[in-house]
């Protein structure tokens, strides 16, 4: 699975603008954002689909599916919960 392009990160580009506004994240490189220096948040494009690869826990990254606007609504409720926590 290879990180994703510029056509998917077009496509991601509503998502990225919200995810842009959550405090603590810094996006290195376009979609690709850290949290206290350390790499938090990335995406993947895949014949699947667009993926989101987040650490929500521990050191291990957690994969979501984010090809449909239900898929990166919920994805998005559970990056705000983390960042809240």
Known sequence: MKHAGTAALDQL???L???RTLPGL???GRGVFY???RA???FHEDPAGLFADVRLAGAD???FR???AEERSAFLSRV???IAR
Request: glycine fraction near 8%; proline fraction near 4%.
């Open 61 to 63: 990254f957690d994969r």
């Open 26 to 28: 810094k996006e290195k």
């Open 66 to 68: 984010v090809e449909t």
């Open 35 to 37: 949290r206290g220096g």
């Open 80 to 82: 705000v919960t983390v």
């Open 17 to 19: 603008v919200a995810i």
């Open 40 to 42: 938090f948040l990335h």
């Open 13 to 15: 580009e509503p998502l």
